[in-house]
């Protein structure tokens, strides 16, 4: 059983609608990290949060420690927003798990 | 803003052949790390670096893979003899403290033919 999971694993979306992607974890942990993938392969870090909520833009991250559970929401989704989107959480002091990742597709 | 960065961006090779790729952490930054992504799947924990030395490591991380300091400002990644499936992207990460956010590189495409 994967550590980090992510649902779902694919998203397709029409231009503005409310986006969210879903993560999992096992571990007992203090914080999670979400990630975005751009087309390239190059990783851009998004959020790291311990608890509630951060808002960027138009990202909202939200966490659950107790549930294990985070989920990232994009409001008035863009095809600039298609990217995999992955959350990692720290496994000990020094390295990340990572989930699988979601592949969103926003359709202009 | 301060950036990691990594070269080659896309790296070929034959079977066999030994390479190094290279990274600069953000200076101010005392963790480093290794990640690979073969493709389709997802990214992994190869080796982190501190003090000079490995810290931690994966058991993706076998004799064939060494990391170096060389300097003050890189952190590189020697892969001896490459192989087939070591054909991956590579991302080189660095935190300023043990369990801070990591920042990731642009990744280097390592292509063994």
């Known amino acids: 059983k994967n550590e980090v999971e992510q649902s779902p694993q694919n998203l397709t979306a029409q231009e503005g609608e409310f986006i969210t992607i879903n993560c999992s974890y096992s571990?007992?942990?203090?914080?999670l990290h979400w990630l975005q993938q751009h087309p390239g392969g190059g990783i851009v870090s998004l959020f790291m949060l311990s608890s509630g909520k951060k808002k960027h833009g138009r990202l909202i991250a939200t966490i659950n420690i107790q549930e294990k559970h985070s989920s990232l929401h994009i409001t008035a989704s863009h095809p600039r927003d298609s990217a995999v989107y992955i959350c990692a959480v720290p496994s000990g002091t020094y390295k990340y798990i990572f989930g699988t990742g979601t592949r969103l597709k926003v359709l202009a | 803003e301060p950036e990691v960065t990594q070269t080659p961006s896309h790296q070929v090779t034959q079977m066999g052949q030994e390479v190094i790729l290279r990274c600069v952490p953000i200076?101010?930054?005392?963790?480093f790390y290794w990640y690979r992504q073969i493709l389709g799947q997802k990214v992994e924990f190869l080796v982190s670096f501190y003090n000079n030395e490995i810290s931690e490591k994966s058991e993706i991380f076998d004799d064939q893979f060494s990391v170096e300091r060389p300097d003050g400002s890189n952190f590189t990644l020697k892969i001896r003899s490459t192989k087939l499936e070591d054909s991956a992207m590579y991302f080189c990460?660095?935190?300023?403290?043990?369990?801070?956010?990591?920042?990731f590189g642009p990744g280097t495409r390592l292509t063994v033919l």
């Open positions: 200076s101010n930054h005392l963790y």
């Open positions: 571990v007992g942990i203090s914080a």
């Open positions: 990460a660095s935190s300023e403290g043990a369990g801070d956010t990591q920042y």
